[in-house]
Structure formats: C-alpha cells, structure tokens
C-alpha cells in the first residue's frame, strides 16, 4: 500500500512505497523523520491512518478533481456546434459519447483513501479493505477543517511570540 503525505513542517508532498513496512519516513525537504504506526493495519487492511493514528478516513476515486465535469462540459461545447450547424444527430452522439466516457471512467478508476485529518492519501490493495471506509462526510470533514485552522492559529501565534519585538 502507498501513502502520500504532505510534510507538516516544510509542506513538500512525499510518497511511500510500502507503508506497511516503514516504520519512518524522511522528509526530502527538510530531512525530518516521522513514525508511522504499524498497529493502522490489520488483517493486510488499513484500520485507521498509519501518519496520524486516526480512524477517520473517507474513499473517493482517484480521479482528478474536475475531470469528469471537463468531460461534461466539452461534450456539450462540441453538441452545441452541432446543434448551429442543424445536425441533431452527431449532436446527440457526442452528449452520450461524453456521458458513456464519464461513466466508465468512474468504474474503471480505483478508490483512494483519504484521512480527514492529515491528508494523507493511501493507494492500493487493502487501503479500502471489505469496504470499511465510507464517501466523504461533510460533518466529520468540517470538524477537522476546524481543528487544522486551529491549530494554524496557534502555530502563526507560537512563531510571533518566539520573533523579536520590532525595533
Ligand atoms: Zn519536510
Ligand atoms: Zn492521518
């Protein structure tokens, strides 16, 4: 299983081949190691996230963002040519072309699956093992929106305290 991770230090994204067998990652970046939890596995599944040791993780298709709705979107650019030149026809072929692409990209896109709190994406056999994790939940992903903005605010504080007084 793969884990993409983004440093909380220094932000740069970093990837792990074979997280069930790493112990620690080095950042690139800046050089700093974090563990990673061998208990987040269980029966060759994810159970909760090995970065961050929560449970709260979501699936989506490992898509990217807005290519499906690009799909949509030059399908009708195309149909509406078709439609000024009075050709219905090719006109309707291009709509289902683009709808019958859009769907079979979905189904042929594997999940990835996301932690609410780090980010963390893990990719691959058993990130998703029997369907434990569910779709994006907006309630569960604001609440850690919220936690990541505190703790933002406590970290901008932390550095402003540390800086000089402006001469
Ligand atoms: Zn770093
Ligand atoms: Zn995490």
Known sequence: MELTFSCPHCGLVGRVASVESTPTVTCRG???????RSDAFEGGGLRSCAWCATDDLYVQKDFPQGLGLL??????????????????????????????????LYYRVPDVTICYRCLGQYRGVGSN??????????AIGER??????????LRKQGASANSPPPA
């Open 30 to 36: 800046c050089s700093r190691g974090h563990p990673l």
């Open 129 to 138: 093992l029997e369907g434990r994790f569910k779709p994006f939940d907006l």
């Open 144 to 153: 850690y929106r919220q936690e990541r903005l505190r703790a933002e605010q």
């Open 71 to 104: 799909i949509v979107i030059v399908g009708f650019a195309i149909s509406t040519v078709f439609w000024y030149l009075e050709r219905p026809i090719p006109a309707y072929v291009v709509l289902l072309a683009s709808a019958l692409l859009d769907m079979i």
